[in-house]
């Protein structure tokens, strides 16, 4: 038995340690904070409960098999029901630019006279993965875009199969010593495709779909919407899921329109009781696998071994105790790579250098706003968005590295579930979680004056849309948090929600793998590492990096019995 000590107890470590538990391994959890959950964690204040972080359950299918290598069910251990609608849309009034570029799409040659300026959106949308509803409102934004919407639907839906099979759940077949170079993705790159071509063979679609791979991983996301609708409200519609991969879609891959699949055919889906109640449960399959959890315990240091030894023999951490001192077989870091690659190595093992980490793109920030409000609020759905006029001007304010800036006005994602569960605040109340895109910028914290009149502007504006303009002064309860409270809180790298951007370098087999180069018993999970951000992505982290602690374990005890037996030993 190997003692794995799992560092962060999020959802990617509890699911690490989970699976190593259940596999005969003896594991300890350590988590910096009080409580357990991560990103995912949740607050409670004066009768209002709030998820903090991940609002939205997608891909069930990865929860579901998960639950299912314990002998359990997600309807066994979450009370889940279908949501109707996904979402509701408020849209953003027209930007001239906008109209003009639309305009100009006019064919005199076909006949086509391009679509009608200014533009009348109707407000708000209610979105449901129903096939002839969503016809039908294509169809009445851009006549004629039914075809189009069928056609990229389809190709969703194929890809994100495809990468369910080949690109999610698996390392890539990385090689687990030495640094991750470019020839070695390159070869993983070919892994990856002889894997898509094996299953074309089964699959005439599928054969069929190969040719535009290499234009969807070179393309954009932005430019593959663009080039298929002319609607800026339908434009928006398909590229906001660029949001959930912490990108802007003029710098994500084309390949990633598969995120049509998730709320447009497959819905959304809510736990009664929050986010939170999914963390339980895979806190009950830790524990009862055996797992120690230890909460309010800082990992400080990862010590090698003596020389050169590129083994970690020493796991120091600290507790209301003080310091602490443990001797693993394994590490399994399931918190920020770069705070683990920063602060707990020392220099000869790390595995990214600080020029390297300077040219990497953290992804967006947030500002995220917990309300409670006395009386209920009228016209929300459990998932509101409310765009901005000017998208493109909205997220070059987000993502515009040194030139970005804090967005206004503001898109801004509003969930409230007590439209779903009303247990989740006190009876008549409303529990709102707030979330507007921000730059990954450490220096803006709640408190701060400018952050908290930004929080008022963004309240108001909220209220206005929804016809409550006194939703301000009916808030009871009120929580802040900027990108220098996940920095503090998190241990973020520089702010960042959700992790690194899924920009082409940062996607796939080059992004970081669960395996470090550098260190021989060193494993990561979570959002740094294939296959990416938000909660599916890090379970089956997880699941990589239990399949990679399996293989070199098995690797470990093959080259042991080797040496015994080339010693004569019995």
């Given at each position: 038995?190997?003692r794995?000590i799992?560092i962060?107890?999020?959802?990617?470590?509890?699911?690490?340690?989970?699976?190593?538990?259940q596999d005969?391994?003896?594991?300890?959890?350590l988590?910096?904070?009080?409580?357990?959950?991560g990103?995912?964690a949740t607050?409670?204040?004066?009768?209002?409960?709030?998820?903090?972080g991940?609002s939205?359950?997608l891909?069930?299918?990865?929860?579901?098999?998960?639950f299912?290598?314990?002998g359990?069910?997600?309807?066994?251990?979450?009370d889940?029901?279908?949501?109707?609608?996904s979402?509701?849309?408020f849209?953003g009034?027209?930007?001239?630019?906008?109209?003009?570029?639309?305009?100009?799409?006019?064919?005199?040659a076909?006949?086509?006279?391009?679509?009608?300026?200014p533009?009348?959106?109707?407000?708000?949308?209610?979105?449901?993965?129903?096939?002839?509803?969503?016809?039908?409102?294509f169809?009445?934004?851009?006549?004629?875009?039914?075809?189009?919407?069928?056609d990229?639907?389809?190709?969703?839906?194929l890809?994100?199969?495809?990468?369910?099979?080949?690109?999610?759940?698996?390392?890539?077949?990385?090689?687990?010593?030495?640094a991750?170079?470019m020839?070695?993705?390159?070869?993983?790159?070919?892994?990856?495709?002889a894997?898509?071509?094996?299953?074309?063979?089964?699959?005439?679609?599928?054969?069929?779909?190969?040719?535009q791979?290499?234009?969807?991983?070179?393309?954009?996301?932005?430019?593959?919407?663009?080039?298929?609708?002319r609607?800026?409200?339908?434009?928006?519609?398909?590229?906001y899921?660029?949001v959930?991969?912490?990108?802007d879609p003029?710098?994500t891959?084309?390949?990633?329109?598969?995120?049509?699949?998730?709320?447009?055919?497959d819905g959304v889906?809510?736990?009664?009781?929050?986010?939170?109640?999914?963390?339980?449960a895979?806190?009950?399959?830790?524990?009862d696998?055996?797992?120690?959890?230890t909460?309010?315990?800082?990992?400080l240091?990862?010590?090698?071994?003596?020389?050169?030894?590129?083994?970690?023999?020493?796991?120091?951490?600290?507790?209301a105790?003080?310091?602490?001192?443990?001797?693993?077989?394994w590490v399994?870091?399931?918190c920020?790579l770069?705070?683990?690659?920063?602060?707990?190595?020392?220099?000869?093992?790390?595995?990214?250098?600080?020029?390297?980490?300077?040219?990497?793109?953290?992804?967006?920030?947030a500002?995220?706003?917990?309300?409670?409000?006395?009386?209920?609020?009228?016209?929300?759905?459990?998932?509101?968005?409310?765009?901005?006029?000017?998208?493109?001007?909205?997220?070059?304010?987000?993502?515009?590295g040194?030139?970005?800036?804090?967005?206004?006005?503001?898109?801004?994602?509003?969930?409230?579930?007590?439209?779903?569960?009303?247990?989740?605040?006190?009876?008549?109340?409303?529990?709102?979680?707030?979330?507007?895109?921000?730059?990954?910028?450490?220096t803006?914290?709640?408190?701060?004056?400018e952050?908290?009149?930004?929080?008022?502007?963004?309240?108001?504006?909220?209220?206005?849309?929804?016809?409550?303009?006194?939703?301000r002064?009916?808030?009871?309860?009120?929580?802040?948090?900027?990108?220098?409270?996940f920095?503090l809180?998190?241990?973020?790298w520089?702010?960042t929600?959700l992790?690194?951007?899924?920009?082409?370098k940062?996607s796939?087999?080059?992004r970081?793998?669960?395996?470090?180069?550098?260190?021989?018993?060193?494993?990561?999970a979570g959002?740094?590492?294939?296959?990416g951000?938000?909660?599916?992505m890090?379970?089956?982290?997880?699941e990589?990096?239990?399949?990679a602690?399996?293989?070199l374990?098995?690797r470990?005890?093959?080259?042991?019995d080797?040496g015994?037996?080339g010693?004569?030993?019995?």
């Amino acid at each position: 038995m190997s003692r794995v000590i799992v560092i962060g107890a999020g959802i990617s470590g509890l699911a690490t340690a989970a699976l190593a538990a259940q596999d005969g391994h003896d594991v300890t959890v350590l988590e910096r904070l009080s409580q357990v959950g991560g990103r995912a964690a949740t607050l409670e204040d004066d009768g209002f409960l709030f998820d903090t972080g991940p609002s939205w359950y997608l891909m069930p299918e990865v929860f579901d098999a998960f639950f299912r290598r314990f002998g359990t069910t997600a309807e066994q251990e979450l009370d889940l029901v279908d949501l109707t609608p996904s979402y509701r849309l408020f849209p953003g009034h027209v930007h001239p630019s906008a109209a003009a570029e639309t305009s100009s799409t006019a064919d005199p040659a076909s006949g086509d006279p391009g679509l009608p300026e200014p533009f009348d959106l109707p407000e708000p949308l209610d979105i449901i993965p129903d096939r002839a509803a969503l016809h039908a409102l294509f169809e009445r934004l851009e006549p004629g875009s039914s075809k189009a919407l069928d056609d990229h639907l389809a190709s969703a839906s194929l890809l994100y199969d495809l990468a369910l099979e080949h690109a999610l759940r698996t390392d890539f077949g990385r090689e687990h010593r030495g640094a991750a170079g470019m020839p070695r993705r390159v070869r993983s790159l070919g892994r990856l495709g002889a894997g898509v071509l094996a299953g074309a063979g089964r699959d005439p679609q599928t054969r069929a779909a190969l040719p535009q791979l290499p234009g969807l991983l070179t393309g954009s996301f932005r430019d593959h919407v663009h080039s298929r609708f002319r609607h800026p409200l339908l434009r928006q519609i398909l590229l906001y899921p660029a949001v959930f991969l912490a990108s802007d879609p003029s710098r994500t891959p084309a390949l990633y329109h598969l995120m049509s699949r998730m709320d447009l055919v497959d819905g959304v889906k809510y736990p009664m009781g929050g986010m939170g109640t999914l963390i339980d449960a895979f806190t009950r399959l830790a524990l009862d696998a055996g797992v120690r959890i230890t909460t309010d315990a800082e990992v400080l240091s990862l010590r090698p071994g003596p020389g050169s030894s590129r083994a970690i023999t020493e796991v120091v951490y600290r507790t209301a105790d003080g310091l602490q001192l443990i001797e693993p077989d394994w590490v399994v870091a399931a918190c920020d790579l770069h705070h683990v690659e920063t602060r707990m190595l020392p220099p000869k093992l790390v595995s990214v250098s600080k020029r390297e980490w300077e040219k990497r793109d953290p992804g967006m920030g947030a500002l995220t706003v917990m309300l409670g409000i006395e009386g209920r609020v009228p016209g929300l759905s459990h998932h509101t968005l409310f765009f901005t006029d000017d998208w493109e001007t909205n997220f070059a304010s987000v993502f515009g590295g040194r030139d970005a800036r804090l967005p206004e006005p503001a898109s801004t994602y509003v969930c409230a579930p007590t439209v779903t569960d009303p247990s989740v605040a006190p009876e008549g109340c409303e529990s709102l979680f707030l979330l507007v895109p921000f730059p990954a910028n450490p220096t803006l914290k709640a408190g701060q004056e400018e952050i908290e009149r930004y929080v008022d502007r963004v309240i108001d504006a909220v209220g206005a849309r929804v016809g409550a303009p006194d939703l301000r002064s009916r808030v009871r309860v009120r929580h802040v948090r900027a990108p220098g409270d996940f920095a503090l809180n998190l241990r973020a790298w520089s702010g960042t929600a959700l992790g690194p951007a899924h920009t082409l370098k940062q996607s796939a087999m080059f992004r970081d793998s669960v395996v470090s180069p550098q260190v021989t018993n060193l494993l990561r999970a979570g959002a740094y590492t294939a296959p990416g951000v938000g909660l599916p992505m890090c379970v089956m982290s997880a699941e990589n990096a239990f399949d990679a602690l399996r293989s070199l374990e098995g690797r470990r005890e093959s080259e042991g019995d080797r040496g015994a037996e080339g010693r004569g030993d019995s």
